[in-house]
């Protein structure tokens, strides 16, 4: 089915954009500029499953996200709003069949998108051109297909997504390493460099280089380099493991080339995790701001009331972005205008007087904006949730009892409240995965290590991960984790899964507990 392309919005919408970017303007927002398309619900489900880019190349679970949507709709269980493009020019899909107080709504919140796209640091790496980066993705991939085979480019590629999570998320922002150049010759040559001199006079070199200082120098360099073992490789823990595939692994250069496309699109996308609960409750607070403030007809306020909320409402044992997000920035505001912060606030004890301070110092609206340059979700809630907040939204943790087998609540303690939070919101709640070890036991072999953070690995999930790298790799695969409180070593060398405990065991003994792939 082909999507329908239309930059000429009906009348009543372009007049609804223009107010409504005139407000968002007035409001000190600052966003590219924003094309809307009108699609009906099939048209907007077809994209939501391509993930907002609809030339994005072909792959069946793509098909599989569109006949989850599409029937949800259908059945009356989701309904997709809007949808908007970290792009620039800004893509955002409107429904067709929305009221238009909906519309309203849909737009003033795009446009909070819109500026937190262009502004939040975590988004200052990404592509701005990405739509046309996808349009070119899809065209290589579907010319790989041609030539080599849609079933062989699409099972490729199922390993590839299956590891697209094993990035290094900070990686964009942090130097790492250093770019190594195919033109430096001189890399590598340090080995035959002479012990160290200082400068100076020919006359007075004796003196200040004693040659038997130098002499004994170099000999002690020269054993250093026989007693010194093979370099690590890689040199540090590697954990961007894709990046380590693409450099290291036996890849055709077709794999090559789509290995790099999964890659750059993870990476694409990463930031979009990394501030959900920024980013929507950002875009939240400027559509009920613009709404309630400045769009709102007297007729529309009932529908409006009921649409907003329908969006903040949390459901039983779940965390709502939207919810959560914006009352976290309305609560920052009204810190920061009375202010209710600083070594003097934190020093004060006494409930009356706290709960009375008001120093009338008008800073909110400016401290969220800066809350939005620089933060991401772990910063936000590390910095700015307080016990009082916890306490006024009465949240709690909670965590699943396998002897009746239900979720009950764990804690109401602000301090164990936050730390659940800030390990489900690190790295998206996955495990951090590195490259330890290139050629382990000497022989080629891939020894990746697990940081463990008192949560196990599931083991069917493990061990299809390391099926996959063992896939580009070639080589047996070997992930260190801890299952049950026991360092454990998960192996599988192309026919055999193997699991066995490390402690006390040599990691060069023969593997135990086999099983077929």
Known sequence: MSIVNNHDLPADLRAIQVETEGYARAYGLDFYECIFEVCDYDEISMIAAFGGFPTRYPHWRFGMEYQQLSKGYRYGLQKIYEMVINNDPCYAYLLRCNQLVDQKLVMAHVYGHNDFFKNNIWFSQTNRKMMDETANHGSRIRSYMERFGEDEVESFIDSCLSLENLIDVYSPHIKRREAVSRYDFEEGRDDDAGPSKFQSKSYMDDFINPRDVLKEERRAREEERRNAGPASFPERPERDVLLFLLEHAPLKPWQHDVLAIIREEAYYFAPQGQTKIMNEGWASYWHSTMMTQKLLDSSEVLDYADHHSGTMATQPGRLNPYKLGIELLRDVEERWNKGQFGAEWEECDDYEEKRRWDKQ????????????????????????????????????????????????????????????????????????????????????????????????LRLDYAQDTIRHLHRLWTRPVHLETTVDGRPTLLSFDGTDHSIRPLGGVPHDAEPKDRRRA
């Open 361 to 456: 110092l008008g800073l909110g609206r400016r401290k969220i904006f800066e809350v939005r340059r620089i933060h991401n979700d772990v910063t936000f809630i590390d910095t700015f949730l307080t016990q009082d907040f916890c306490k006024r939204y009465n949240l709690f943790s909670y965590k699943h009892n396998d002897q009746n087998d239900l979720y009950e609540i764990e804690s109401r303690e602000f301090k164990k409240i936050k730390e659940r939070l800030l390990f489900n919101l690190t790295n998206f709640g996955q495990p951090i995965i590195r490259v330890k070890d290139g050629n382990y036991r000497n022989r080629g072999e891939m020894y990746l290590t697990q940081e463990h953070f008192g949560v196990d």
